[in-house]
């Protein structure tokens, strides 16, 4: 067994790989790193083949452009025919010895079903942040959002703003999740980097007499017709109205007109009001997810 950095030619066989290990994951979520570079000025490469060049395992460690400073992403993945034969701690050792000085946080995550990831993922000292549940809805007889008096929903899918300090201040508001409390805020600076990036990126922005109150994020990707909505928040203040609601049924109609045929959303397990607006709109759970952490020894 040799570890080494692969070329293009063998990034269709990486991702085969995770899909073939996580499947109902979906490829997307998999191809994206080798389709928007934008999005990761650093990351780093590793394969682990046999001697006649067979993939028994790849894995990458990234800083992605809009994370923290010092923030970083792992991930390791073993054919399951090549589990036990050294392939997952050879790639670890080889990507952890690739990591910068300024290293201050890595992050990983895993399906929740796939025990024996958690299990080698507890063996090499992560902890478990938070657990995120994965809904999907059908793009189909889709309500046309009704603001009352006084409320506007813009296309904001250029993010661009005349009062953009206002919506940054909204933005930052908004931001309530476990994510954010570790550090990991969201700016519309780092949405810019993402939208760079992304395929076909849409942004719903809701006003109150003017002001910004609510938010909707999301990226739609054509090879699946999938709407992946990335953030949804309200400011403090407006919450209780039906905003994220609004901008939810913006985002799923700007979608469908678009191709989608499907939205994809993840939110914290323990975010109970985000869950039920969707349980509402007619998501249905798809799957789990764990996120990882470690501090960086």
Known sequence: MRVEEPGPERYDDLVDLSVARMPKVGRPLFTWQFEAPEAFPWIVRRMAVDDDGRLLGWGFVTHRAADPEGWFMANVTVDAAAEGSGAGSALAAALRAELPADVVRISARTTADEVRSLEIAAHWGLLVQQRSISSRLPLVDLPEPAPPPGVT???ASDLAFSDEAAVETMLRA?????????GQVITLAGQRVVAAAAEH???????????????????????????????????PVFRGRGLARLAKQWMHRAGADRGATVAQTTNAEHNAGIRALNAELGYEVDLAWVWLYRARD
């Open 201 to 235: 990126w849409l942004t719903a922005l809701v006003r109150v007499n003017g002001a910004p109150a609510a938010i909707c994020t999301g990226d739609l990707d054509m090879e699946s017709r999938t709407l992946f909505i990335g953030y949804t928040g309200v400011d």
């Open 153 to 155: 929903i813009e296309d």
């Open 174 to 182: 908004s931001l309530t999740n476990p994510e954010a409390r570790a």
